[in-house]
């Protein structure tokens, strides 16, 4: 079953809802082939972001739990298209791959260094900059963070492992930088996810989650990522319905 048919199977939608081409292009970069070393060592090859998953009587779940075990599966985001108001499906990317292009309604539409999936130079372009210049009201910027008991240095979860016959497997994934910060004390999180059919794919979005977590900050360690809240202004309306955009924050009054 595809995700958009999941969703339109057990929710208040139908096919007509759906921002099909935006869904389309989601699929397309999840079906690239990417190489990887299997239990062997060997090189193979196989899609970015693969799903395997069953729904079944005796595991009852709620369509949202569902759908976002299978979002986490890919680091998928679901948000309304502000053009014509239909779900839209993109995938969560560094700013190069995601936002390659200049964003309608952002304030700052110069090139900004980033670094591409396959690992080689690229430039993508914020969705706003927020400058403390009217988008960011006078003295309501504040940096926090989580605290350590809900800022992870591992994640775990099961799966099925197409690469061993489809049998019940586990990962385990640790931060190493992030457990010597935390007093060398193991913190789990609990990730919410389903479908993962392989330790690549597995691997690679434990990583992602981590570096979220724990690497967002200007002290550039694993201490945790840094919370910026604040209150802005009308400037920054078109972000309302940009669900999951990369922006930007500059403010001198705090020296970053």
């Known amino acids: 079953m595809a995700f958009d048919d999941l ?23 999840c079906d690239v082939p990417i190489s990887y070393l299997d239990a062997n060592n060997v090189t193979q090859s196989h899609a970015r972001f693969r799903s395997s998953f069953a729904l079944d009587g005796a595991n009852r779940k709620t369509l949202a739990q569902a759908v976002l075990e299978l979002r986490n599966c890919a680091g998928i985001i679901l948000s309304k298209n502000p053009a014509n108001g239909k779900l839209q499906c993109s995938i969560k990317r560094g700013l190069a791959d995601q936002q390659p292009a ?18 080689t130079a690229g430039v993508g372009y914020l969705a706003y900059l927020f400058d403390g210049a009217g988008s960011i009201k006078n003295n309501t910027l504040q940096i926090d963070g989580r605290s350590i008991n809900d800022t992870p240095n591992r994640i775990s979860f099961r799966f099925q492992n197409e690469d061993n016959v489809w049998s019940d ?39 992602v989650e981590l570096a ?21 202004t009308v400037k920054a309306a078109h972000l309302a319905s940009m669900v999951g955009a990369i922006c930007g924050i500059k403010y001198d009054q705090l020296s970053f």
Request: proline fraction near 7%.
């Open 212 to 232: 979220e977590a724990l690497y967002g900050n200007l002290r550039n360690d694993a201490g945790g990522t840094e919370l910026p809240e604040f209150d802005t």
């Open 7 to 29: 969703i339109a199977s057990f929710g208040p939608f139908s096919h007509s809802d759906f921002d099909a081409p935006s869904w389309f292009a989601a699929a397309a970069w």
């Open 169 to 207: 497997d586990s990962l385990s994934q640790i931060d190493p930088n992030a457990y010597v910060s935390s007093g060398n004390q193991v913190i789990d999180v609990p990730f919410a996810v389903a479908g993962i059919p392989n330790f690549d794919q597995g691997a690679r979005r434990a990583n």
């Open 102 to 119: 200049p964003i309608t309604g952002s304030n700052y539409n110069t090139a900004v260094a980033s670094v591409k999936a396959d690992g």
